[in-house]
T-cell receptor, first 114, second 116 residues
Framework: AQSVTQLGSHVSVSEGALVLLRCNYS??????LFWYVQYPNQGLQLLLK??????LVKGINGFEAEFKKSETSFHLTKPSAHMSDAAEYFC????????????FGTGTKLQVIP | NAGVMQNPRHLVRRRGQEARLRCSPM?????VYWYRQLPEEGLKFMVY????????ESGMPKERFSAEFPKEGPSILRIQQVVRGDSAAYFC??????????????FGPGTRLTVL
């Protein structure tokens, strides 16, 4: 069974500082990996995904993530935080085969301090 | 091109009543997934449906919950005799037919159910 662990349910950064949100997964084979963002009272928006190919994945709003198989990690980063980045972020995995059932982490709330 | 639509966006029910949540997938999408997000938790898979078929309901509670995706019309998640523990945000996602290696799920805005 797959699982996702997000370290830190709340992360605070200053505006302009580096954003680092951590995600580790457990899977018998390398899965598909995702980061989603959720703004208050809204649905989930896909930030980026890793399916195959280059392990450094660039997404929307300046975010990127690197798939590290040896560490079973898929940490999300952004060089400079903006106030508009304040939201909840979810790491997720899915199987490569079948219908790709998605398993989500418990989420990390990002606070950006002016 | 409209996205995934869910209604109502907010639903209030008293204990013992029924809740019906609707999901209209994106145009051309024939696969629907329902997820539940309890307060301060991530999304949990509930059920995966294709038109007129339930493919995987391993995340559905054994009692009171049911889902359908008829040939015509939206997918419906039905909760009978609601209890306070059912209060949550329910999200629907849809994806196109499985013709590619990877098929992204597109999420709706969710229905927030409050049980009094």
């Amino acid at each position: 069974a797959q699982s996702v662990t997000q370290l830190g349910s709340h992360v605070s950064v200053s505006e302009g500082a580096l954003v680092l949100l951590r995600c580790n997964y457990s899977s018998s084979v390398p899965p598909y990996l995702f980061w989603y963002v959720q703004y208050p009272n809204q649905g989930l928006q896909l930030l980026l995904k890793y399916t195959t190919g280059a392990t450094l994945v660039k997404g929307i709003n300046g975010f990127e993530a690197e798939f590290k198989k040896s560490e079973t990690s898929f940490h999300l980063t952004k060089p400079s935080a903006h106030m508009s980045d304040a939201a909840e972020y979810f790491c997720a995995v899915s199987d490569r085969g079948g219908y790709q059932k998605v398993t989500f982490g418990t989420g990390t709330k990002l606070q950006v301090i002016p | 091109n409209a996205g995934v639509m869910q209604n109502p966006r907010h639903l209030v029910r008293r204990r013992g009543q029924e809740a019906r949540l609707r999901c209209s997938p994106m145009k051309g999408h024939s696969h629907v997934y329902w997820y539940r997000q309890l307060p301060e938790e991530g999304l949990k898979f509930m059920v995966y449906l294709q038109k007129e078929n339930i493919i995987d309901e391993s995340g559905m509670p054994k009692e009171r919950f049911s889902a359908e995706f008829p040939k015509e019309g939206p997918s419906i998640l039905r909760i009978q005799q609601v209890v306070r523990g059912d209060s949550a945000a329910y999200f629907c996602a849809s994806s196109p037919p499985m013709v590619a290696t990877y098929n992204e799920q597109f999420f709706g805005p969710g229905t927030r159910l409050t049980v009094l």
